[in-house]
């Protein structure tokens, strides 16, 4: 404190902020800072050793790993300068008597933990967030995982068949042709996967209503074809669609629309779970309906 009567924030003291005051004139060049010596001339060299530092930390984007590197390193040097504080960090009495006597940080202190306090949270924040993604991310793959394991039975005990239904009107209208689509209510109603599978954490607000599934042809479809899109994402285009719009329209309602469309969870036939980049399975966009009424080979995932 600049006065033991003071009670605002802690201050640089006088001979720290001429310090920086000379090194700024000087154009924080430490060859021309002429006529400072002593204990002034060491504090000019401190203060630009310190400010010098803050250029060593990036500010752009980072990739996961560097990210992981700098938070590692960031935490190293906390642990470092906690060391140095013990040794260099000291209670001094405001005046003769002691009244008044505050923690007083010195310059280097001061900028090193707040330089350092600022890296951390600016690396903690976005891995928080990452670390969340990836959890919602896992539980949507776990619940897929769950609803092939009870296609799969119901296979089984149905001479290989698919589970099926017939499509909406709005649906058939869309595609075209008359159509079914994969039934994942009966094999919930009968006993091979439990309802709680139907919730997808990426859609909180959908209940146990959170995944669309594969229209298939009048026939039904058989469980044999490994590359067979079965469930998915919930398809947050399908309304705009069945209301005769494009899907460029129908998405772009969408508030999250591209989170939604960049990474949809799709299920295959042979139980493999991948998030679909730019929501595309072999070039075919599985929320998007593909006119031509080729069911067969178009993908489309509807509710």
């Given amino acids: 404190m600049t006065h033991p009567d003071d009670t605002g924030t802690p201050a640089l003291s006088p001979a720290d902020r001429a310090a920086i005051d000379h090194l700024a004139e000087a154009g924080f060049n430490e060859d021309q800072l002429h006529g400072l010596d002593g204990d002034a001339l060491t504090r000019a060299h401190a203060a630009h050793s310190l400010l010098g530092n803050l250029n060593s930390y990036p500010d752009g984007e980072l990739s996961e790993d560097d990210r ?5 390193a960031t935490m190293a040097r906390i642990r470092r300068e906690e060391d140095m504080q013990h040794q260099r960090m000291r209670l001094q009495p405001d005046d003769a008597s002691g009244r008044g006597s505050r923690m007083r940080f010195r310059l ?34 776990r619940n897929l995982s769950a609803q092939h394991a009870g296609i799969t039975s119901w296979a089984t005990a149905n001479n290989g068949r698919l589970p099926s239904r017939a499509v909406s009107e709005g649906v058939s209208d869309l595609t075209g042709t008359a159509a079914t689509q994969l039934d994942i209510g009966a094999v919930i109603d009968h006993g091979h996967c ?15 209503h959170g995944f669309s599934v594969i229209v298939m042809p009048i026939s039904g479809g058989f469980f044999g074809d490994a590359e067979l899109v079965l469930v998915g994402d919930r398809n947050p285009a399908l309304e705009g669609l069945l209301d005769g ?52 080979q178009d993908v489309l995932l509807v509710h």
């Fill in 108 to 141: 280097a202190e001061f900028g090193a933990v707040g330089a350092v306090a600022a890296m951390v949270a600016g690396a903690a924040v976005p891995m928080a967030h990452m670390a969340k993604e990836r959890a919602v991310s896992l539980g949507t793959h």
């Fill in 194 to 208: 439990h309802k709680g599978t139907l919730q997808n954490p990426r859609r909180p607000g959908t209940g146990v």
């Fill in 68 to 72: 992981t590197t700098l938070v590692h």
């Fill in 245 to 296: 719009q494009s899907f460029d329209e129908a998405i772009s309602q969408q508030r999250f629309r591209r989170r939604l469309t960049d990474h949809p969870a799709v299920l295959f036939g042979d139980g493999r779970v991948i998030d679909a980049r730019n929501g595309t399975v072999k070039g075919d966009h599985v929320w998007n309906v593909d006119r031509s009424g080729a069911i067969e």
